[in-house]
């Protein structure tokens, strides 16, 4: 059921591989709540074709930019006033990539080239966008930036290595920035600190089919999946959230604020005491 959250909004999307990604299914939502929006991504992964199912999908054009480089940012947002026709409301930065998770390489042994080219593209990338929206004056008072994270950022996941770090910056960046914006623009800037969700970028990560059980035995509620991250976003970019900035919030089913679930206890063996 749509509420028209959006209705005459205008948006920029990042991260859109497959229609498993998160971004796609936030993509449909935002169409269905009456917005218009650029698709974005790199220009690698344009390559494998499926975002034109959705630009055609969502009356989309696709603009495709290197998040980590600012002169392709600049197109992008300079192209997507001139697409949308005014000033953006909302940004969805879904944008995440480590080349140690990818080789596998535990995190005691991380390497640099590959830590710093992973904080570049799924951490700084949120900065230069920012940046540049800023420069160009590109986003609408009390307009919406909504960045994805994992609480591997608050507590310790053996296998989510330099991710970890990488994405505590993220956060730290959008409290940051999310100050400097604010003052001056009212601009709003959160990070959504997801479930795990069986993406590319989600299962590219050692053991994840067994964590994914985990947090789903955990969470009251169950691990949220991507269709209620799109849902949770959408209210993010809309009006009615127009006083939340700064935060880093839980959309995980309640896993965050549980220390152990009795399903994880009858797993272990352990009995129920009265
Ligand atoms: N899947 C999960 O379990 C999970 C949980 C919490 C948070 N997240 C976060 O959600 C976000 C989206 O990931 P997803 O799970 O939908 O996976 P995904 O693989 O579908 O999306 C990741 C996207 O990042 C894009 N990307 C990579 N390098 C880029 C670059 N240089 N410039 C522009 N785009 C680039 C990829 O092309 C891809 O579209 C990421 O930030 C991820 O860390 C995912």
């Given at each position: 059921?749509?509420?028209?959250?959006?209705?005459?909004?205008?948006?920029?999307?990042?991260g859109a591989l497959d229609e498993n990604s998160?971004a796609w299914?936030?993509?449909?939502?935002?169409?269905?709540?009456?917005?218009?929006?650029?698709?974005?991504n790199?220009?690698?992964a344009?390559?494998m074709?499926e975002i034109?199912?959705?630009?055609?999908?969502?009356?989309?054009?696709?603009?495709?930019?290197?998040?980590?480089?600012?002169?392709?940012?600049?197109?992008?947002?300079?192209?997507?006033?001139?697409?949308?026709?005014?000033?953006?409301?909302?940004?969805?930065?879904?944008?995440?990539?480590?080349?140690?998770?990818?080789?596998?390489?535990?995190?005691?042994?991380?390497?640099?080239?590959?830590?710093?080219?992973?904080?570049?593209?799924?951490?700084?990338?949120?900065?230069?966008?920012?940046?540049?929206?800023?420069?160009?004056?590109?986003?609408?008072?009390?307009?919406?930036?909504?960045?994805?994270?994992?609480?591997?950022?608050?507590?310790?996941?053996?296998?989510?290595?330099?991710?970890?770090?990488?994405?505590?910056?993220?956060?730290?960046?959008?409290?940051?920035?999310?100050?400097?914006?604010?003052?001056?623009?009212?601009?709003?800037?959160?990070?959504?600190?997801?479930?795990?969700?069986?993406t590319t970028a989600?299962?590219?990560?050692?053991?994840?089919?067994?964590?994914?059980?985990?947090?789903?035995?955990?969470?009251?509620?169950?691990?949220?999946?991507?269709?209620?991250?799109?849902?949770?976003?959408?209210?993010?970019?809309?009006?009615?959230?127009?006083?939340?900035?700064?935060?880093?919030?839980?959309?995980?089913?309640?896993?965050?604020?549980?220390?152990?679930?009795?399903?994880?206890?009858?797993?272990?063996?352990?009995?129920?005491?009265?």
């Open positions: 059921m749509a509420y028209n959250l959006l209705k005459g909004k205008r948006g920029i999307i990042t998160i299914k936030v993509a449909e939502k935002a169409h269905e709540e009456g917005a218009t929006f650029v698709l974005t790199a220009p690698i344009m390559r074709g034109k199912v959705l630009a055609e999908k969502t009356g989309s054009e696709i603009i495709p930019a290197d998040a980590t480089n600012v002169d392709d940012l600049t197109n992008l947002f300079t192209k997507s006033q001139e697409v949308l026709g005014g000033k953006i409301d909302f940004v969805l930065h879904s944008i995440g990539m480590s080349v140690n998770i990818r080789k596998k390489i535990p995190y005691t042994e991380s390497n640099y080239d590959y830590f710093m080219k992973g904080i570049d593209v799924s951490a700084m990338s949120l900065h230069k966008m920012l940046s540049v929206a800023r420069k160009l004056d590109a986003i609408n008072e009390w307009g919406s930036v909504v960045a994805l994270t994992y609480m591997a950022a608050q507590r310790t996941y053996p296998f989510y290595t330099d991710m970890a770090d990488i994405k505590a910056m993220l956060e730290s960046i959008a409290r940051s920035f999310g100050y400097h914006y604010g003052v001056e623009k009212k601009v709003r800037i959160n990070t959504v600190s997801q479930s795990p969700t069986k989600g299962s590219g990560i050692k053991g994840f089919g067994d964590f994914f059980d985990f947090a789903n035995a955990i969470a009251p509620l169950g691990n949220a999946d991507a269709e209620s991250c799109a849902n949770y976003c959408v209210t993010l970019f809309s009006d009615l959230t127009k006083m939340v900035t700064m935060q880093n919030l839980f959309h995980d089913g309640g896993y965050s604020s549980t220390g152990i679930s009795m399903d994880v206890m009858e797993r272990l063996g352990v009995e129920e005491q009265s």
